[in-house]
């Protein structure tokens, strides 16, 4: 049974670019959530995607913007890098309305 | 004041000791707890759910104080494999975002 998957790992833009994380939620959970995690900060909440559409938005601008496909996986989508959208993106499944969600290994983006 | 507070440390602590962290929350509307342990460069991983009444898993006991509004993680005997990042995280209700702390840094000495 495969976990949630991310890809690609790593990935290196410069200012100015627009970029695109995948995320695969593990089998049987329907809910995605993204996350942004900066150096030594914990992760903080993106927006969470349930029934393809954004069900709950963080306090991010609307360069991030995200896709849920039928089959439930998703896309992050972030405009207009700037050297501060360098981090750790993680992505987060769970199943329906329970509340535990499971970590992808995440995307490492690097701007320059 | 943040969300959600917790002590980055490090804890540097010799195997086999003991060791506690706390967590506090500002928000008294925060429904859900949970502990999550994340290793240098890769993913949170769930370490456990914490429940009113305290739950325990082996080595591991969480604790929730809803009148003082913290959670702790009580970690005994200490295994150098502890040695990681222990983050709190609490959701609000009628939420469906998980709010992280900053965590705590462990490193249990040989």
């Known amino acids: 049974d495969a976990g949630v998957t991310q890809s690609p790992t790593h990935l290196i833009k410069t200012r100015g670019q627009q970029v695109t994380l995948r995320c695969s939620p593990k089998?049987?959970?329907?809910?995605v959530s993204w996350y942004q995690q900066a150096l030594g900060q914990g992760p903080q909440f993106i927006f969470q995607y349930y029934e393809e559409e954004e069900r709950q938005r963080g306090n991010f601008p609307d360069r991030f913007s995200g896709h849920q496909f039928p089959n439930y996986s998703s896309e992050l989508n972030v405009n207009a890098l700037w050297l501060g959208d360098s981090a750790l993106y993680l992505c987060a499944s769970s199943p329906g309305a329970k509340n535990i969600q499971y970590f992808g290994a995440g995307t490492r983006l690097s701007v320059l | 004041r943040k969300e959600v507070e917790q002590d980055p440390g490090p804890f540097n602590v010799p195997e086999g000791a003991t060791v506690a962290f706390n967590c506090t929350y500002s928000?008294?509307?925060?429904?859900?707890f949970f502990w999550y342990r994340q290793d240098c460069r890769k993913e949170p991983k769930l370490l456990m759910s914490v429940y009113s009444s305290g739950n325990e898993d082996g080595r591991f006991t969480a604790q929730l104080n809803r009148a003082s509004q913290y959670i702790s993680l009580l970690i005994r005997d200490s295994k150098l494999s502890d040695s990681a990042t222990y983050l709190c995280v609490v959701k609000l209700a009628g939420t469906y975002k998980y709010i992280f702390g900053t965590g705590t840094r462990l490193k249990v000495l040989a």
């Open positions: 089998s049987g959970h329907d809910t």
């Open positions: 928000n008294s509307a925060s429904q859900s």
